[in-house]
């Protein structure tokens, strides 16, 4: 005849014979099965019933499952940093262009790009050719802009500037060539903003001698967004 042993469950001893020792044992166990806190526990109204035609009991049925809903998802974690609802709306982004082929550009002069019309500007945070995000973070920008009237030898240039200084620029160089527009572009890397006084413009320069460049307004445009929070 076999002899049946004590069993661990759960760090508690089984008695072979007796079964759990004492009903303090049997208490532990069941809190332990259920979660006790506040924070592990889900607020019923915030569940919803769904059937899932792919999950079916013997009969073929659907069976209904439980689903969180959109509103009930309030706070989620990502690398142990809280994001909210709230915070999940603060995410600005803007899109500008010139209203029209009117922005003349002298020969060797650094001019702010003027972009009177908004595509985009989700918090109003863009105005007088300035985004001054009120978001700390970080902020990636696309830049481009288009000139006609600038054939002959030399360069024309783009920059980002923050507060008034170029932080990133591109640089495309003329040899000669038509009278057509002209394009210089780029992508930016991360850039940071304080959230309260740093403000971002775009900066046209060319030096093709003896030449006015105008900005092609439908060829031109400046925009950014928030990709991060600041570390």
């Known amino acids: 005849m076999s002899t049946m042993n004590d069993t661990l469950v759960r760090g508690k001893t089984f008695a072979a014979a007796t079964g759990l020792k004492t009903g303090a044992d049997l208490e532990d166990l069941a809190t332990r099965a259920y979660p006790t806190a506040a924070s592990q526990l889900v607020d019923q109204a915030t569940l919803e019933t769904y059937s899932d035609a792919a999950v079916v009991d013997d009969d073929g049925a659907a069976i209904n499952r439980v689903r969180v809903k959109d509103s009930g998802i309030v706070t989620a974690k990502l690398n142990a940093k809280a994001v909210t609802a709230a915070k999940m709306a603060l995410l600005p982004c803007f899109h500008a262009r010139p209203t029209s082929s009117a922005q003349n550009v002298a020969y060797d002069s650094y001019d702010a790009v003027v972009l009177g019309t908004e595509i ?5 945070y863009f ?5 001054t995000p009120l978001v700390a973070g970080y902020y990636v920008f696309v830049l481009n802009v288009a000139m006609s009237g600038v054939n002959g030898a030399g360069a024309i240039e783009v920059a980002v500037l923050k507060n008034g200084t170029g932080v990133v620029a591109s640089v495309v ?7 057509f527009s002209v394009s210089c572009g780029m992508v930016t ?7 309260t006084t740093d403000a971002f413009t775009a900066q046209i320069y060319h030096n093709v001698a003896g030449k006015t460049g105008l900005v092609d307004s439908n060829m031109t445009f400046f925009g950014g967004w928030f990709v991060c929070g600041a570390a």
């Open 120 to 124: 985009v500007d989700s918090h109003g």
């Open 189 to 195: 890397p991360p850039i940071a903003a304080n959230g």
């Open 173 to 179: 160089d003329r040899t000669g060539g038509g009278a």
């Open 127 to 131: 105005a007088a050719n300035a985004f």
